[in-house]
């Protein structure tokens, strides 16, 4: 049944609000303040599945009235909303929207709910995405449906987390183990980590993938246990709920075969909104650019961050972007047991320059959206002090104690699974390295059974490759310009001749990439 507001009155479901003063006396601070509230509980309303508890939603509006308003201005306000949510149709939103036409609050908010619980076709949606393609999104409705997806389930509140919670994310590239190595290292210095992380797709890896490798290591907690373990040791990593904007998984799944993955709003909403609903005071952005990036273009990268920067004020959180560099494989190591050890060894003081370099940055510009440095300096003074002590090793061996993984594996490195077959690649001539296609790397690294195809592959930790040479390091014949990790001969040999087509040598030292491009806040 679907009841509307008249109805509820004249039923005298409702309690009659007091006429002491009448709606020619209230000031305008009152009617602002009191069609706030209504606002808000139409807002509430609107959210109920089909107005299927419209009563109970008016109810809310009315006891939460705190400020006396006639009880005819109020119906009138309410059946106003009611009635334009009732009336919304998708088809008129597409037809808006191919008109170049922005999209209300209201509208966003509405399709989002009514898409999420299944009221809106897959071939509807995709045409309103295909029209934001070719219309784009304008600020507002970018920021509106970033917090319509955000809230289409669990937001999770950290608020029982002390201090200042600080969350980090990379837009993915090759041999990206940032967040093993960065994470530990802020924490050790007063800056709560409470992070979720995502598995590895196609030729970029997952965190919780690369974590899950260390024997013992558990990414599935609890809400409480998370909160407790963050409190306790400062410190706790675990796989994304389902819960968490499920709209923005609906809408992906749709993006991904509907050719709208690449549209900025589109990608700055997806991202943000998982964000937002992580529950982080402040966040910290790696945007990559180069051959192995998502945001392959220097400037569609820049302009990828300024949106959710932007994004992410609006919402009430610190930002920060960073533009790095990604056209060659971050660091020496594309693998997961590869990679944990060399997030291992950087935090003994002795990972790869480039490496190095990014995790001082962002690690710093972390403890300055936390307030535990004043400046960038400070931050990489405090930065350096904890790897160089120890301290953030010490952390990350807290770290996987507490979830379960076996703390000798980081002690001794060595004692990690290896991959049976190992290879070297030597070089056929003198010269220099002249460009390696990351994207390519990746999928040497894919070949092997090192990433997943799709979401239900099962990816082999043990395989992956180790660069001994990288852009612009001198080479001689027969030097070793990679090793190849691999458990079946012929996906090695496959591996090996990939990565030959995506290695270039050349006669001239090319400039050395520059890890650091941008810094946006």
Not at 134 to 145: I, R, S, V
Request: aromatic share 6%; charged share 25%; glycine share 8%.
């Amino acid at each position: 049944m679907r009841w509307n507001f008249a109805h509820i009155l004249n039923k005298s479901l409702i309690r009659p609000i007091s006429y002491e003063n009448s709606l020619w006396s209230l000031s305008k601070t009152k009617v602002f303040e009191a069609q706030t509230f209504v606002q808000l509980g139409c807002e509430f309303v609107q959210n109920m599945a089909k107005f299927q508890c419209i009563a109970f939603g008016c109810l809310f509006i009315f006891y939460h009235i705190h400020v006396s308003l006639p009880t005819n201005f109020v119906l009138y306000y309410i059946q106003q909303k009611a009635k334009e949510a009732e009336s919304m149709r998708m088809y008129d939103l597409i037809l808006k929207k191919r008109q170049g036409k922005p999209l209300t609050k209201d509208e966003i908010q509405w399709m989002i709910r009514e898409y999420t619980d299944g009221r809106i076709p897959d071939y509807q949606m995709s045409a309103l995405l295909m029209a934001i393609c070719f219309q784009g999104l304008d600020k507002e409705e970018t920021y509106e449906l970033t917090m319509a997806m955000a809230r289409s389930g669990e937001m999770l509140d950290l608020s029982q987390i002390q201090g200042i919670k600080v969350d980090k994310h990379s837009t993915g590239g090759v041999g990206d183990k940032t967040s093993l190595a960065l994470t530990p290292i802020v924490a050790s210095l007063g800056i709560p980590v409470a992070k979720m992380s995502g598995r590895g797709l196609g030729h970029t890896g997952g965190t919780i993938d690369k974590l899950e490798s260390i024997p013992g290591f558990s990414t599935q907690l609890e809400d409480d246990a998370f909160e407790e373990q963050v409190n306790s040791i400062g410190i706790s990593i675990m796989g994304q709920t389902k819960d968490l904007a499920p709209a923005d998984k609906l809408l992906y799944a749709l993006r991904d075969v509907t050719a709208t993955v690449d549209q900025i709003s589109l990608i700055a909403s997806s991202i943000m909104s998982k964000k937002l609903a992580a529950g982080a005071d402040a966040i910290l952005l790696d945007v990559k650019t180069g051959s192995g990036a998502f945001m392959k273009g220097e400037s569609d990268a820049i302009q990828l961050a300024k949106e959710m920067v932007e994004i992410g004020k609006s919402a009430g959180r610190k930002m920060t972007a960073v533009i790095t560099n990604m056209d060659e494989a971050l660091g020496t190591a594309v693998g997961n047991i590869l990679e944990v050890k060399e997030a291992i060894d950087t935090l003994k003081g002795n990972g790869p320059d480039d490496f190095v370099e990014l995790i001082e940055t962002l690690a710093s510009h972390m403890l300055i959206l936390g307030g535990a440095a004043k400046d960038f300096d400070e931050g990489l003074m405090r930065v350096r002090e904890s790897i160089q002590s120890g301290k953030a090793l010490d952390k990350f061996k807290q770290f996987v104690a507490a979830q379960g993984g076996d703390t000798k594996y980081i002690d001794h490195p060595e004692l990690f699974e290896q991959a049976d077959i190992i290879e070297e690649i030597r070089s056929e001539q003198d010269g220099f390295v002249g460009s390696i296609d990351a994207q390519e790397m990746g999928i040497c690294s894919l070949i092997l059974g090192g990433g997943r195809e799709t979401k239900e592959s099962v990816i082999d930790p043990t395989v992956g490759l180790v660069f001994s040479k990288k852009v612009a390091d001198p080479v001689k014949k027969g030097d070793v310009l990679a090793t190849i990790y691999g458990n079946d001969e012929e996906k090695v040999k496959q591996a090996v001749l990939h990565f030959k087509e995506n290695y270039h040598i050349i006669e001239e030292k090319p400039m050395k990439p520059i890890m650091i491009r941008e810094v946006l806040s």
